[in-house]
Structures are given as structure tokens and as C-alpha cells.
């Protein structure tokens, strides 16, 4: 049945509509119309022609500030609410990031909160059948097993796996409890998407993280896209690109795909999978031996250009086409409309993530950018294109196992820093964690296991593990399994652990895909539009959520399930010490307020709740080209205040927008390139040269603030005797009193130095970016001349490179498998898909797995449009699927998306009922991720989904 919409009118506050109660409403749910569209929307009572008289019983609309859930470009939405039931929804068109736009997904947004797909009470798996359980025995059965587990293997068996579904105060408490409970196997899905982006800026030029706005691309004279495909994955984030295309500003897109953002490039660079590194060298190839590289920005800003010019050299024009497979007359077109277009701005997503070498090709991006002087200015920068609505923000919380909130990584140092914020005694926190160093690593301050990789913490030899023990018992807390590579594995992990607990508003696939009969919960939390609370977009703006209506069914708010959770463990005291809790819920103004005092290092110390929620209620206050407030009660301030927003709430900082702009002064969201590895390297200054934000007493570089340097500039007595104190061996990221921040402002100088950005990564496993052959490479050619790395221990993990690619040779597997695969986004769908593939409106839209192969493969193997195809990859995993024959891509080249699970090796997976009703989603199909493979960034443990091998056969 296709959708039908004969009533599609939307109530406005003041009007007559549907008078209908919240009981009325959950009781109509369990009522079932057929079809996919029409099936159980809103009941046979809401689903009727609109009819032109005023209808009994009508009750008020009230009107609830929300955010799309879907992607990170955080588009505002108006939701309409009656008697509780959330009945009409519409577009913010004074909202300055969306302006009225949505995509597929935002239009049907409302769905989420009533589906009956949705899991309604918490559940158990026992002797192979679902059973019902209470709340209250669901947290204590799993409760005690975990304080079993914890005694006899240690806190690091269990396993914490978040979500960027969270909300910030979500994402903050749940690394909270991860620490509290004593371990740091805590991660979440910015891991497996640009967990690469964080570590490659970062190191850089001092965050990781969008350095402009969607809303500054407008300004941009060049968008080199790289990676990302905005026309389908951030629809919304597109207008702002073609705003800018309309203004006059040039395209280029580099994919190995025809994709609908390949459409509107004026210039296309279809690279071979994997060779990012090469086509960027490409293009500086031109760029310095046509002289056009920005010579005063390099001389002042940048360190270690010479050896970047040194690598650019070897990639001559022939040697970028035998590698990229791009011709060299377009690598030239490219880089002279980068040269003769600026202010230019560079755009990726996960096509640059998604790779071994994914640090690198981040970090080429960012350089390409210093080659051309396109930082710190408007319509420049890197605009890093982020795919679920809080990435960012639970990224910041330090929602990570090797960070914790505020980039602070895991050193004694920033665990130190963590127990003064929450006021525990160190030895305390200390305490919880295993006391034994494993393989000479010491649990507490060695990162965890990735969650791109938790499944190996589950396989692997317990012996070659940085821990003491296998993990055992694993949270899925809004993540969804199937988005990881090598299913096969996962499943087998799946199948070992003692006890599986979902908690999600869906079951997801840990919950089905496993072979098992018991000790698997799932626990219905509520959606982020049943919740309050705050989240970031892209660019570091933040924004309030209203909440729409109460939690349905039995579910529960995130917040109240983990504090229940902690506690039944015993560790609720100092999990909320100083948040206040009513109703089991702790209250997200107050985490804020804790996190905010915590997060100096990138600073969110002038942010408060206050702050954010009059931003939210005024958001047609701002423009949509500046973001810039220019009246009303946020005069002056930049929407969303995007970190870092210094000094306290009091002083009214108006956040950054642009980071390292020197046009501005730092009190007005200025500033420069962050000090944060020192001030030389080799007897080489790598501080600024001559250059710094406008006022700075200092105009030249800097190191980061302490209470040395502020006692060295003679500035020490302009703190209060009270600062002192807070202030004494403290740096301006660990200050408490916020005195050495306030010095430096008062000064106009930003607290975190100002130095040069660094092309040269001395602690990485290459120190510049360099071309290294994926694992499973088509071309054995290339692999002597460009090798991958050695094996090597990452963290607590054995992680495997050379022996992978050495074993594509010694099997030949390229030539079994002699077809490129990568995946990638559909407009229809997000992430694992169990949400929007639960939804019969985009259901509607995309019913079938598929995989897009040239019509010369397709004719070779005898496969036409449309058939049934065997899809197995390199190291055996098979799905069957759909073929797409099209010219998209090329020869040798196929391309899957990655939202779809529940089949497996061709077997439907049974999903459990819940209230009477199947929780299957109303789309199901195979996963990309049980072809993919192998393979891990060394530096991030991101996984390799955008190159593998694979072969396709006529099913």
C-alpha cells in the first residue's frame, strides 16, 4: 500500500482539531490499518478525510521547541501538542539553521514518539522466549550481575556502549557511571565515524572539531568536498552549499561514486577508493609549483610545511593518475579553482573517516587549508559534516575510552582534574578501578576497548589483553551492532557474552541477532523528544530541547535508568553528589552546570542552561548569515554560544563561531591556533610568528597560561586572593577559580597560547600524512611501494596490518574477489537503521537492500537490474541482496548502503513482540557490515568501511 494523504492538515495553536486524550491515543495504538504507511499511524479514530466543521471535544494546541534527531545540522521544529499527544509538527522558518527546510527523515520526525514498533516494557530473554519483567526486577537482576562479575573479573568485563542519541547531560552522566563503576570500556558511535576527524584536527591546530558553521559556507568562494555526499546524508547543510553555488562560488567534488552532491560539482575528481592522501598531495603538487600557496600564512601559522613540501614533490601528475586513477587535467582544474576562488572551505564526512589510514587523510585535509591560508576567516575552514544529531556534543562529554569529558585524555593528570570537579577524593575514584596493570598498563589511565572493536574484547585470548579478563556483560545503550564491520565476529561475540542489555526505544540488532536463549534484556528508554535537555550541532552550537510529551508506554527517560542502575551498584552517591535528583531522574541543569565548570579545556565555562534555553526560545532572533543576534535579549551573541564560550555565564561571551579567526578580538569570539604541544620541537620555536587576534597585549606566539606565566608577565597580582589559591600549579584547562582565564581575557589574550598549526604529527605512527595501500587492495601492484604498517599492540588490543595485506598476495584474494566495495548513506535512513526503517513513511520510500555495480561488471556475471545477487566479501561473509546496475559507479567499483539488518546469510532474524505488537522493523534486509572486513586506524581504531574486496554473483 503506498501512502495515502487526504488529511494532512496540521493543527495551529487557537484552532479546533482532533480532541482526542493520552489514554485514547496509547489504547489506539495497538490498532493495526495495513500497509506499511498506513499501518497503525495513528489508529483507525486519527486517520480519516478532513472534514469542514468544527469537531467535538477539541482541545488546545500548545507549542514545544524540538530539534531534528536525525542528522547534526540540528534543524529546529515546531511540535504541536494535545492532551499530551504529540498530533502536528512543522518546519522552524525562523529557525537560522534549517529556515523552514527539511529532509525525509525530519518531515516524518513525529512518528518516532508513538511507533508501536517501539519496545513498551522492559523485556527478558529466558529458556528462548520473551518475557515481561518489571522495571525494578530488570535493574536488579542485571545489577547483580554486574557486581558478580566486577568481583570475580573486574570492573573492565563490563562493557559501557553509548550512544550520540544521548543528549550532552545523557552522554556526560554515562561516562560519569563508566568512571564511577571503574573502567574506561566506555565509547560510542563517534568512534566509527569521526573519531579520525578528532585526532587528525586536533593535532593540527588544537581542536577537533568544525572549525566554521553549515550557515558561514554561504561566504565560501570554492567548496571542495571530500567524503560526504550532503545532497542525501545532510539534505538541509545542501541548501547552504547551493546558497553559496548561487552566489557565485565554485564545486568540486572528490567520490569515487556519481552521487547527487556529484551533480552540482563543477569540477569531479572520481579517485579510487582509499587514495585521498595522493589526490591532495595532487592538487599541492600544482598549488606550490605554480606559487600559489599562501606564503605570509605558512611563514606566521604553520610548522613543518617543508616536509609536506618534501612528500607533495614525489606526486607528480603520472604518478596521482596510476594511484587515484584521476586524471591529471582534472587534479590541475581543481587545484587552480582552489587557488583562484577564495575564501575556500573543505567539507568531508565519513568517505574520509572510514579508513586505516583515517587520521591521515583528516590531517591532509587540514593541511591543504593551511597551504591555501583558508583558516580563521569567513567562508574558509573545515566543515566536518557530522551524522547523528549529538555527535558532537556526546564526543565533547568524553563519551570515549580514551577521553574523558573535555578532551581531557585518561593520564593521572586529568583524572586528578575530574575528581576535584566532582569533589570525590582522587584515591576514591582511584579505588574503583582494577589495581593490576596488564600487559604493563595500568587500567585507569590506559584507553579502553573501541567499540568499533568491543567484540574483540569479547574473542580475544584473554592473555593478550591489556585487562584482566574478557568482557563479559555489555550495555548497548542506543547503539545498534549492525554498524560495525565483520558481523560475523559480532556475532559470535554476541553469542558468548553472559548477558546482553539493550536499552534503546527499539530493540536493535544485539537484541535479535545472537544465537542464544537467555540473559538478553532490552529496556525501553524514551526518545530524546519524551526528555529535556541540550545537544550540539556541527558547528559547537548548542541547543535546548523542549519536552514534547511524557515517556510512552513504560519507557523511561536515560537519565533515570542510569541513575536506578547505579544505584543498585552502589555508586549513586557520588555519581550525582552534586546534581539534584526528583523522581529518580537527576536534573539536566544541574549536570550541565557540572560539566560546564569541568570542560575548561574547551570551553564551556560560559555556558548555562539559562544561556542555552534563551537562545532555543529566541531563535528567530538570529541570522541566518551571521548567527549573530542584532537585538532582542541575546544582542551580540552567536546562536548556540559554539565553544569555546569563555569566563563565566555572567560575562556574556558570545561564543565562537569561526575558530582561529585573528580578525577578532577573543573576547568577541576571536582567537588563533592553540598552544597545546608546547613551544618547540627539535630546538624549532612552533609558536606563531608575528601574528595573534586582534588586541592581544602580545602580538606574536605564546605558550598556553599558567600560574608561571601569569607570575613571568607580572599579571599574578590581578587575580583575588581567593583565585590564587584555585590558581597555584594549575594551568588555565585544570583552574577551577577561572582566574588565569579571566587575566587572559582581560588582556585579550585567549588562555590556550597561541602558536603555529603543526603539519608534522611527531607522535603518530606518520609523522606527516602518507599514502599507505588499504588492507585489502585491489592493486598488489601498489602494495611493495606504498605498504601498510606493521602489526602492532593499540591500547588494550592486537591489531593487525601487515598480515593482512600480506595475506591478499600469498591467497590471491584479489583476484577471488577482484570488485571494490564501500558503502555508504541513503536520504531515506540513518545509522543502523532501526529507527528510521521503523518508521512506515520512510519506510516507504527505499523497501530494498541493494548493492550498485557498472554495467560492465553486471554483464560479465550475467547479473540484470534488479536481480537477485550473492554478495560475499574477503573474508567470507555473504549477503544476499538486490543489484542496481548503474553508470554511478565505475568499472571494478561497487558501492552498498549500511542501514539495513535483519537478515543474515539470508535468514530472517526473529524480532520479539512487544504489547502485542512485532518489533520487526517494516524494512529489513541484509548488512553491508557482514561483507566488510578488517581493518583499524592506529591512532583511533576507526574501522576501514569505504575499501574491502568482494565478489557478486547471480543469487
Not at 187 to 205: E, F, K, L, Q, Y
Request: a negative charge; aromatic letters at 10%; proline letters at 5%.
Amino acid at each position: 500500500m503506498k501512502l495515502t494523504r487526504k488529511s494532512t492538515t496540521t493543527p495551529q495553536a487557537g484552532k479546533t482539531e482532533l480532541g482526542i486524550n493520552r489514554r485514547q491515543f496509547m489504547k489506539q495504538m495497538s490498532v493495526a490499518t495495513g500497509g506499511i504507511a498506513a499501518a497503525s499511524m495513528l489508529g483507525t479514530g486519527m486517520i480519516r478525510k478532513a472534514e469542514a466543521k468544527d469537531i467535538p471535544h477539541s482541545s488546545p494546541t500548545e507549542v514545544k521547541r524540538t530539534i531534528c534527531s536525525h542528522c547534526a545540522v540540528g534543524c529546529g521544529i515546531y511540535a504541536e501538542v494535545q492532551n499530551g499527544v504529540w498530533t502536528g509538527q512543522e518546519p522552524a522558518f525562523d529557525h537560522p539553521f534549517n529556515q523552514g527546510g527539511h529532509c525525509a527523515k525530519g518531515a516524518s520526525l513525529r512518528y518516532h514518539t508513538h511507533s508501536h514498533k517501539r519496545v513498551k516494557y522492559p523485556m527478558k530473554l529466558e529458556s528462548g522466549k520473551w518475557k515481561r519483567v518489571s522495571w525494578d526486577d530488570a535493574i536488579n537482576e542485571i545489577g547483580d550481575k554486574m557486581l558478580d562479575i566486577k568481583q570475580t573479573s573486574g570492573p573492565d568485563s563490563v562493557y559501557f556502549m553509548g550512544s550520540a542519541k544521548f543528549s550532552n547531560e545523557g552522554a556526560y552522566l554515562y561516562r560519569k557511571l563508566a568512571a564511577m563503576w571503574g573502567t574506561n570500556n566506555v565509547d560510542h558511535s563517534a568512534r566509527i565515524c569521526h573519531s579520525t576527524t578528532v585526532a587528525g584536527v586536533a593535532n593540527t591546530w588544537g581542536y577537533g572539531a568544525q572549525t566554521n558553521s553549515f550557515n558561514d559556507i554561504r561566504n565560501a568562494k570554492n567548496i571542495f568536498i571530500i567524503g560526504a555526499n550532503p545532497a542525501e546524508a545532510h539534505p538541509v547543510a545542501m541548501q547552504h552549499i547551493l546558497t553559496a553555488k548561487e552566489r557565485g562560488a565554485t564545486i568540486t567534488v572528490a567520490d569515487p561514486r556519481y552521487s547527487r552532491t556529484m551533480a552540482h560539482a563543477d569540477v569531479h575528481l572520481p579517485l579510487r577508493p582509499g587514495t585521498d592522501i595522493p589526490l591532495v598531495y595532487g592538487l599541492m603538487w600544482h598549488i606550490f609549483e605554480n606559487g600559489w600557496e599562501d606564503k605570509d600564512f605558512i611563514r606566521t601559522r604553520a610548522w613543518g610545511m617543508d616536509k609536506i613540501r618534501e612528500e607533495a614533490k614525489r606526486w607528480t601528475p603520472e604518478e596521482v593518475e596510476n594511484v587515484t586513477g584521476v586524471s591529471r587535467e582534472a587534479v590541475y582544474a581543481a587545484a587552480k579553482h582552489m587557488a583562484h576562488h577564495r575564501p575556500g572551505t573543505v567539507i568531508w564526512c565519513m568517505g574520509g573517516t572510514q579508513h586505516h589510514v583515517g587520521n591521515g587523510n583528516t590531517r591532509i585535509y587540514s593541511i591543504l587549508q593551511l597551504v591555501l591560508g583558508n583558516m580563521g576567516i569567513q567562508g574558509g575552514g573545515t566543515n566536518i559534516f557530522r551524522g547523528h544529531d549529538n555527535v558532537q556534543g556526546a564526543t565533547d562529554m568524553g563519551l570515549l575510552f580514551d577521553n574523558l569529558p573535555g578532551y581531557y585524555g585518561v593520564t593521572t593528570g586529568a583524572w586528578e582534574h575530574w575528581a576535584r570537579v566532582w569533589d570525590l577524593p582522587f584515591d576514591q575514584v582511584q579505588g574503583r578501578f582494577d589495581a593490576s596493570p596488564y600487559l604493563g598498563r595500568d587500567p585507569m589511565t590506559t584507553p579502553g576497548i573501541p567499540c568499533s572493536r568491543w567484540h574483540d574484547g569479547v574473542l580475544e585470548d584473554k592473555e593478550k589483553l591489556a585487562q584482566k579478563d574478557n568482557v563479559r556483560l555489555a550495555f548497548f545503550w542506543g547503539q545498534s551492532v549492525n554498524t560495525e564491520t565483520r558481523q560475523m565476529e559480532v556475532r559470535d561475540a554476541l553469542d558468548k557474552l553472559e548477558t546482553i542489555v539493550v536499552v534503546d526505544p527499539y530493540p536493535t540488532m544485539a537484541a535479535v541477532m545472537h544465537r542464544r536463549k537467555d540473559n538478553v534484556y532490552i529496556l525501553p528508554a524514551a526518545t530524546q523528544f519524551e526528555c529535556e535537555g541540550s545537544l550540539n550541532n556541527s558547528g559547537r552550537s548548542a541547543q535546548w530541547r523542549q519536552q514534547v510529551v511524557e515517556p510512552v508506554f513504560e519507557s523511561k527517560n536515560d537519565l533515570e535508568i542510569m541513575y536506578r542502575l547505579a544505584a543498585k551498584v552502589g555508586i549513586a552517591d557520588t555519581l550525582t553528589k552534586h546534581i539534584k535528583v526528583e523522581g529518580n531522574t537527576p536534573s539536566p541543569d544541574d549536570i550541565m552546570r557540572e560539566y560546564a565548570k569541568g570542560m575548561r579545556s574547551i570551553g564551556y565555562t560560559g555556558w548555562s542552561p539559562e544561556r542555552i534555553k534563551a537562545h532555543t526560545m529566541n531563535w528567530g532572533d538570529f541570522s541566518a548569515e551571521t548567527l549573530e543576534a542584532p537585538g532582542g535579549v541575546n544582542k551580540g551573541e552567536t546562536y548556540g554560544l559554539p565553544w569555546p564560550c569563555w569566563g563565566t555565564p555572567e560575562q556574556k561571551h558570545p561564543g565562537t563561531q569561526i575558530l582561529y579567526r585573528t580578525d577578532r578580538n577573543v573576547n568577541q569570539g576571536g582567537g588563533n591556533f592553540r598552544a597545546r604541544f608546547g613551544v618547540e620541537f627539535e630546538g624549532e620555536s612552533i609558536l606563531a610568528d608575528n601574528s595573534a587576534s586582534v588586541g592581544a597585549e602580545i602580538q606574536d606566539g605564546y605558550p598556553q597560561f599558567d600560574d608561571v606565566m601569569l607570575k613571568q608577565l607580572g599579571w599574578w597580582d590581578e587575580l583575588t586572593a581567593e583565585e590564587k589559591v584555585l590558581a597555584e600549579n594549575r594551568t588555565w584547562a585544570t583552574d577551577l577559580g577561572g582566574g588565569i582565564v579571566r587575566v587572559a581575557l582581560a588582556h585579550n589574550m585567549i588562555p590556550y597560547g597561541n602558536a603555529k598549526a603543526r603539519c608534522r604529527v611527531w607522535t603518530f605512527p606518520d609523522e606527516i600524512p602518507l599514502h599507505r595501500e588499504p588492507l585489502y587492495t585491489p592493486r598488489r601492484d601498489l602494495i611493495a611501494k606504498y605498504p601498510t604498517h606493521d602489526d602492532m599492540q593499540v591500547h588494550r588490543l592486537p591489531t593487525l596490518y601487515k598480515t593482512l595485506q600480506d595475506k591478499v598476495i600469498s591467497d590471491n584474494l584479489d583476484k577471488k574477489y577482484p570488485l571494490v566495495v564501500s558503502s555508504g548513506r541513503l536520504v531515506e535512513y540513518e545509522g543502523g537503521g532501526e529507527e528510521s526503517r521503523s518508521n512506515p513513511w520512510l519506510a516507504e520510500l527505499q523497501q530494498e537492500m541493494f548493492i550498485e555495480m557498472n554495467p560492465a561488471d553486471a554483464t560479465d556475471r550475467g547479473i540484470r537490474d534488479g536481480d537477485n545477487v550473492r554478495v560475499e566479501g574477503a573474508e567470507g561473509g555473504y549477503i544476499f541482496i538486490k543489484a542496481m546496475v548503474t553508470n554511478r559507479v565505475k568499472p571494478g567499483q561497487t558501492w552498498m548502503p549500511y542501514h539495513f539488518a535483519g537478515v543474515m546469510h539470508g535468514e530472517e532474524l526473529v524480532y520479539p513482540e512487544s504489547g502485542g505488537d512485532s518489533t520487526k522493523p517494516y524494512v529489513v534486509g541484509e548488512s553491508a557490515n557482514t561483507v566488510l572486513t578488517y581493518g583499524y586506524d592506529p591512532v583511533t581504531q576507526m574501522q576501514e568501511t569505504k575499501v574491502s574486496l568482494c565478489q557478486v554473483e547471480k543469487a
